[in-house]
């Protein structure tokens, strides 16, 4: 599909669920990265078309990271993760700049219909 997917979660699993998901369905070049900073260094050396990212992560959170990701590229495309009951949390994700978010558990066709809705 040649579209580059950055995932960023600090749980392994929820990577691997994820990116499971996305190579089933064709989307071979995912990156990922295990916290906000990480997201922020790896976002500026491979300049993803989208970001799948987790709100809550050590060193630097996912608002922080979005916050780095869209002052150094307001283009970014941006979905926020998070578990039920951070609703601000993703309003906060939302008015900075984030396209969509999706709730964990993740349910895979929510994955799919927000990607392909981002890419085209």
Known sequence: MGKKI???????FMRMTI????????????IEASDGQMAVETYEKEHPDLVIM????P?????GALKEI???DPAAKVVMCSAMGQ???????IQLGAMDF???????????QTVSKILG
């Open 59 to 63: 060193n630097l959170d996912g608002i």
């Open 87 to 93: 609703e601000a949390m993703v309003v906060e994700a």
């Open 19 to 30: 990116k499971n998901c996305l190579t089933k369905a064709g989307y071979t070049e995912l």
């Open 6 to 12: 950055m995932l960023v979660d600090d749980a392994a």
């Open 70 to 72: 869209k002052a150094k």
């Open 54 to 57: 987790d709100i809550t992560m």
């Open 102 to 112: 999706i709730v964990k558990p993740f349910k895979p066709d929510r994955i799919l």
